[in-house]
Each structure stands twice: as structure tokens, then as C-alpha cells.
């Protein structure tokens, strides 16, 4: 169970959908406690529940990367950068709102990058976005990204609360060296917890976030991306599964 709601808004034919997997389901695995409690609350599932934090991608692993971070804080061309496919429910334009509003944030620089297929949802985002914030609506690969995560001081995720409990953008960013900013909910909430990336409850906060952006330590980082392996993950849910069939 990667999220609790789809990222779309709900939808009556997927709620039915999903009650069904989970009923007939012998096993679910999910990626936050959030989604843990959500599944345990629902007394009509009879299956087990297994919580593992998603796991990392091996190719992605750049273990340079978190000591030049902390050496070169100040040299940054970015104070954040917002990477992915650019959709509704990653809350950029609402950042960008209450940004171009209030300035209560302070950003000398940042990037948002990614692909906005709904090109009326990009005009929108254009008009909120100062001459400090550069935005390209294009695609970047993984080997740009390792390099624009190098030169930013956090990756920033925006994401409306309700849409998000886990996120696989989230653990590339930090495969790549980086230092994630996101949401106090489902996956950036636990992670906050394990001292690898940090979370705000308002927009109001990330310019402080960013500032002591340094308190996370890159041994807490080199810790978590060396035990979330695929391979750990595989050993891990292979272990659970053998054990729930023993003591069927």
C-alpha cells in the first residue's frame, strides 16, 4: 500500500476497489505508520499488516555526496530545489501562493523542475512564481538530478497532506545525498523520526528548516540508505511471510 487516498481525489469505484484488495488480501505491506494505523483501524481486514519503510534504489546510491553538502553549505547555488513530475497534488502551486503572498520565506534562490503535461496548471504556476524561482516544465534524469541535489542546500516537497502517506521521490532524494524538506505526515513524518530528513506543519516554517539544515547528520543518512536496501526489503517481507505461513 504505497498511499492511503489516491493522489487524484477520492473516487467511489476506487474506494470499493480497494476495500475489496484489502479484504481478500492474506498480507499488506505499507511504507508509513500512518498507513499502519489506517489499515488497523479497519476492523473488516483480517490479513496481515506488515510496516517497511520504502525502500532505497541500489543504482542511485551516491555516498560522496552528504559530506560535500556539509562542506559547502554556503556555496549552494540553490537554498531548495522541488523535482518530479509537476502535478496538482504536490501542493507547488500553493507553495508558490502563499510564497508570492506573504514572504515569510527566505529563498535567494530556488528550482522547481519536472513535467507538467496540464499546460493551464504551468500558466497558473508561471504567475506565482518571482524572478528568484526558476521553473522548466521538462523531464530531468537522474544524473542532472545528482548534480542539482549537489548544488542545493534541501530538496523541497510541498505536498498537500491529504494526497501523500508515502513517497518514492522522497528516497531517491536521499540515495542521491540529499536533504529532504516535507509535509509532517505518513513517510517524511517517520523519517523525521529515524534523523534523515525534516517536516513542517506550515509553509511558515521551511526558511527556519532550511537554515539549520545541517542538523541532520550523515551518519544518520549512510545508516538508513546501508538498512533500506531492496535487498534488506526482500529479506525482511520474505522473513514475515514465512513466518505468518508457519503459524497458519
Not at 43 to 62: C, Q, R, V
Not at 95 to 105: E, Q
Not at 121 to 133: D, G, H, R, T, V
Not at 224 to 245: E, L, V
Request: hydrophobic share 35%; glycine share 6%; net charge positive.
Amino acid at each position: 500500500m504505497h498511499n492511503i487516498f489516491p493522489h487524484k481525489g477520492r473516487n467511489i469505484l476506487v474506494k470499493l476497489m480497494l476495500n475489496l484488495l484489502y479484504n481478500q488480501s492474506d498480507i499488506i505491506i505499507t511504507h508509513s505508520r500512518q498507513a499502519e494505523v489506517f489499515l488497523r483501524d479497519n476492523k473488516a481486514i483480517k490479513g496481515e499488516i506488515i510496516f517497511s519503510h520504502h525502500p532505497i534504489n541500489d543504482s542511485l546510491i551516491n555516498n560522496n555526496k552528504s559530506e560535500s553538502r556539509r562542506i559547502n553549505k554556503e556555496s549552494k547555488k540553490y537554498d531548495a530545489i522541488i523535482w518530479g513530475t509537476i502535478e496538482p497534488y504536490k501542493g507547488i502551486l500553493e507553495f508558490l501562493m502563499f510564497y508570492s503572498s506573504t514572504k515569510r520565506i527566505n529563498i535567494d534562490k530556488m528550482l522547481i523542475i519536472g513535467r507538467c503535461k496540464n499546460e493551464s496548471y504551468f500558466q497558473e504556476l508561471l504567475k506565482y512564481c518571482p524572478n528568484n524561482i526558476e521553473i522548466h516544465n521538462r523531464k530531468v534524469d537522474f544524473s542532472e538530478l545528482s548534480v542539482l541535489i549537489e548544488d542545493s542546500k534541501c530538496v523541497l516537497f510541498p505536498y498537500k497532506s491529504g494526497s501523500i502517506s508515502s513517497s518514492g521521490a522522497l528516497m531517491d532524494t536521499i540515495a542521491l545525498g540529499g536533504v529532504a524538506i516535507g509535509p509532517d505526515v505518513g513517510a517524511f513524518k517517520d523519517l523525521e523520526k529515524e534523523g534523515v530528513c525534516k517536516t513542517f506543519s506550515d509553509y511558515s516554517e521551511i526558511s527556519s528548516l532550511i537554515e539549520n539544515i545541517e542538523d541532520i547528520k550523515p551518519d544518520n543518512l549512510s545508516n538508513f540508505i546501508k538498512n533500506n536496501t531492496w535487498k534488506n526489503f526482500g529479506d525482511h517481507i520474505s522473513m514475515r511471510i514465512k513466518r505468518i505461513c508457519t503459524n497458519k
